[in-house]
């Protein structure tokens, strides 16, 4: 009876195993774990003061500037002297005539802060001669930063101590009428000469106003008439330039470098301190400029037109409004005594 028994549990067993599934030889997969929340990690804390965000340079590098600057160019000479063709860029594109220069508000100091951007306490030209073991003044100039990348840089200049400017030009030239020996050709067709030889970037100086002021007086009828005659001759360049189908493609940035009051300059009047600042040309949005405009403004809104970069030890700003652009949020100022 208990054999029997034994033998039916042993029967009973075999069958259940024959009956079970094979066991699967591979390693179970684990439950997914639940779902974590992300906890973001804590934020550095916000400066006091945050840094100025850079807005985008116009929707592309404009392909040359040609500066023009009329040597002691008061405002209020533009409307006097009759300056058609100034005034018709002027017309056409954005504009100030209360911008400032720089104490003292001589001709080159004043021209140096314009192209290296900068107060007189960093560029250190605070001497208005030629002075050849002086070189060049301190920091990165527009000059420096065009002719790094690529563009063909010139300075033609009625005074020869605009040399000490800049050491980054392919082309430097001269005519200065004080000399007192007489040069083989003139400043406006040594100009008319580069301009269609073509330019990343060109510095046209003219001389003669700032002559007369000194010898007549300012806004004498005898520095008006120079200044008109000045004005024919950025008639001509406007010439050459539509004649090689690049005027449209050119930017214009007519400036001063100071003014004056009876025969002199330098001090800190507003006759001496104020000076036009007029930007004409590609992607320009036309009008009278609301922010204040600086002499220093000038190397970095040249920088902005031509995709170059900004420096940081520039004072000045770029003039984005003429741009149609936001500011960058860093206060306008001018250099130290200098009036708003």
């Not at 006097?80 to 018709?88: E, G, P, V």
């Not at 330019?199 to 004498?220: K, N, Q, R, T």
């Not at 449209?248 to 036009?276: A, C, R, V, W, Y």
Request: with cysteine; net charge negative.
């Amino acid at each position: 009876m208990t054999i029997r028994y034994l033998w039916i549990l042993t029967l009973l067993t075999t069958l259940l195993h024959a009956c079970a599934p094979a066991a699967s030889t591979s390693t179970p997969t684990p439950a997914p774990p639940p779902i974590a929340t992300l906890t973001p990690s804590p934020l550095p804390p916000t400066p006091e003061t945050p840094l100025p965000t850079i807005p985008p340079t116009p929707v592309a590098p404009i392909t040359r500037v040609l500066i023009v600057t009329f040597d002691g160019l008061r405002p209020d000479a533009i409307e006097a002297a009759d300056m058609t063709n100034l005034k018709s860029l002027m017309q056409g594109g954005a504009y100030t005539l209360s911008a400032q220069t720089i104490i003292p508000s001589t001709t080159l100091p004043a021209h140096s802060s314009m192209v290296v951007g900068t107060c007189p306490a960093k560029h250190i030209v605070r001497w208005n001669e030629y002075v050849p073991d002086n070189g060049y003044a301190l920091g990165t100039d527009i000059f420096d930063i065009a002719k790094a990348a690529g563009y063909r840089t010139v300075i033609v200049a009625g005074k020869e101590k605009l040399r000490h400017l800049t050491a980054s030009t392919d082309f430097f030239g001269f005519i200065d009428t004080t000399d007192r020996f007489k040069d083989i050709t003139t400043l406006e067709n040594m100009a008319i000469e580069q301009l269609r030889l073509d330019f990343g970037l060109m510095l046209m100086h003219f001389p003669d106003g700032d002559l007369a002021g000194h010898e007549f007086g300012w806004m004498s009828d005898q520095q008006l008439r120079a200044y008109k005659r000045d004005d024919d001759n950025l008639g001509l360049f406007i010439d050459v330039l539509k004649s090689r189908e690049i005027f449209n493609d050119t930017l214009f940035i007519i400036t001063s470098d100071h003014g004056g009051h009876d025969s002199t300059h330098g001090t800190e009047l507003p006759e001496d301190m104020t000076i036009p600042w007029i930007i004409s040309g590609p992607r320009v949005i036309p009008g009278i400029l609301q922010t204040p405009v600086y002499i220093m403004d000038t190397a970095p809104t040249i920088a902005l037109a031509l995709g170059l970069p900004l420096q940081a030890d520039w004072d000045g700003v770029p003039v984005y409004e003429a741009f149609g652009l936001p500011d960058d949020g860093r206060p306008k100022t001018g250099c130290p005594g200098l009036t708003p």
